[in-house]
């Protein structure tokens, strides 16, 4: 039997794991679980943070879920998931391993996630310039990690590292004492140039920065270690990756040509196309454009409109409409309601409503909320309202980065992708609708396999 790489990704909301038969390079196996890890914000301070025990029990669960012989005959791991966030542990004792076959998390901080909104637009103008093409956002793993040393410095005391989620597995698995990380995770925190893959030691010194907390880096597609036990099967001492963004990931597992673009829209959306080999980024954040450029492989870039807003605005229709009908004393199941939507939609095929659904503003325009405009007494149907809403998603990645701009840059074919396309025939619709290029579907972006596709070019 061929040997097999484990992709894993490490998500928002749940984790999935990959086998990828080296020899054939399809996936043999898979599992997917939600991890449930989400933490009620009761601080008041706009707090998005996440269980780790939890992601990690759903992770150990999933990787049980695989053959044991398959798992017996894993030549690599490769890791991504969800990037910007930040988790905080102790070096030595930051997992349980006494179970032999799997690690539990301990003395650990929660995972403050990309979503997290505590760094306020006054507070982000108080941090230093960054020495980098990127601009810092509220989420980002620096920004929260400045947070704590100004509001809670004794909270930062009582750990010794800091990483993604997907950093701190890796350290686990190869029980390192402290944290590696790739220039594509060290972008999304904040403070590190990319064109010298270096942190901004001298500024965050400066600035009262606990330098101690930042990983070192490695490249991407790089090892990190191997595995320091037995792990459902897999055997100890099997190289592990340094883990990736799960963006880039996304985009390694479904385009093929450097004439793609690829559009994601799962929670967030993505819009993005490679840039030429040659490219360089500007010297400086420029936080007005919609567009930035991402670190890939070997030196190369994308660019990237990264949308907040994506299947979460549907997400957050649908309810809305059910806490209204439960008022009314109606229920529904959310997947009911996707259905009727979505049908109505269909039946309607324009809509002269207007809805810009930027319900968690962008990170290029923070305040620019979402508005309903146009409204008349002939166009408050469900059909009509969808319809407006699945065009308003489109209109506001095309505003990002228009047709246009895809013209110029060579982009002949638009790959669509994700869990919102994948269930809303009417968002393919207005897809099609606002591009000229052709739109296939079918490749689906999965960072787990792109992961492992990774590792099994790279390593």
Same mark, same amino acid.
């Given at each position: 039997m061929s040997a097999c790489i484990l992709g894993i990704? %490490?998500?928002?909301?749940? %984790?999935?794991?990959?086998?990828? @038969?080296?020899?054939?390079?399809?996936?043999?196996?898979? @599992?997917?679980?939600?991890?449930?890890?989400? &933490?009620?914000?009761?601080?008041?301070?706009?707090?998005?943070?996440?269980?780790?025990?939890? &992601?990690?029990?759903?992770?150990?669960?999933?990787?049980?879920?695989?053959?044991?012989?398959?798992?017996?005959r894993v030549r690599s791991i490769g890791l991504s998931g969800q990037m910007h966030g930040v988790l905080f542990w102790k070096a030595k004792s930051a997992c349980d391993w006494s179970n032999r076959d799997f690690f539990t998390p301990r003395n650990t901080s929660q995972l403050i996630t990309w979503q997290d909104g505590r760094c306020s637009s006054h507070f982000l103008s108080s941090l230093p310039q960054p020495d980098s093409h990127l601009s810092v956002a509220t989420g980002f793993g620096c920004a929260t990690i400045f947070w704590y040393q100004r509001h809670r410095p004794e909270f930062l005391e009582g750990f010794t590292v800091a990483g993604t989620i997907q950093d701190y597995v890796v350290s686990m698995l190869c029980g390192l004492d402290g944290c590696v990380m790739t220039p594509q995770n060290a972008a999304s925190w904040g403070f590190f140039n990319t064109s010298s893959n270096q942190w901004n030691t001298h500024i965050l010194k400066t600035a009262g920065f606990p330098l101690h907390l930042l990983p070192q880096c490695v490249s991407s597609g790089g090892l990190a270690g191997t595995t320091c036990s037995d792990w459902h099967g897999v055997p100890a001492g099997t190289p592990v990756a340094a883990a990736l963004g799960d963006f880039q990931c996304s985009v390694y597992s479904c385009m093929s040509a450097r004439t793609d673009a690829v559009l994601n829209i799962s929670t967030s959306a993505q819009l993005t196309f490679a840039m030429p080999a040659d490219f360089k980024p500007p010297d400086s954040p420029q936080p007005a454009s919609s567009v930035t450029y991402f670190p890939y492989f070997n030196g190369s870039y994308l660019a990237v409109a990264a949308s907040l807003n994506g299947g979460n605005v549907l997400a957050t229709f649908v309810k809305m409409l059910r806490t209204w009908m439960k008022e009314l004393g109606a229920e529904l199941s959310d997947s009911d309601l996707y259905e009727k939507l979505i049908h109505s939609a269909l039946n309607q095929e324009t809509s002269d409503l207007r809805v810009s659904p930027t319900l968690l503003g962008e990170r290029h325009a923070?305040?620019?909320?979402?508005?309903?405009?146009?409204?008349?007494?002939?166009?408050?149907?469900?059909?009509?309202?969808?319809?407006?809403?699945?065009?308003?998603?489109?209109?506001?990645?095309?505003?990002?980065?228009?047709?246009?701009?895809?013209? @110029?840059?060579?982009?002949?074919? &638009?790959?669509?992708?994700?869990?919102?396309?994948?269930?809303?025939?009417?968002?393919?619709?207005?897809v099609e609708k606002a591009f000229p290029q052709e739109v296939v579907y079918g490749k689906n972006a999965d960072s787990a396999v792109g992961v492992a596709m990774v590792v099994h070019d790279f390593l």
């Open positions: 990704d %490490v998500g928002t909301t749940s %984790v999935k794991v990959v086998l990828l @038969q080296t020899e054939s390079r399809t996936v043999v196996a898979t @599992q997917a679980l939600p991890t449930a890890s989400d &933490i009620t914000d009761t601080s008041g301070i706009k707090a998005a943070e996440q269980d780790p025990v939890r &992601i990690i029990e759903a992770l150990n669960r999933c990787v049980s879920m695989l053959p044991r012989e398959e798992l017996q923070p305040l620019c909320l979402g508005h309903v405009s146009d409204i008349s007494p002939t166009n408050l149907s469900l059909g009509h309202v969808t319809r407006a809403l699945c065009r308003g998603v489109m209109d506001n990645i095309t505003s990002m980065m228009p047709a246009e701009h895809l013209q @110029q840059a060579g982009v002949s074919r &638009i790959v669509g992708s994700g869990s919102a396309l994948d269930r809303n025939e009417v968002l393919r619709q207005e």
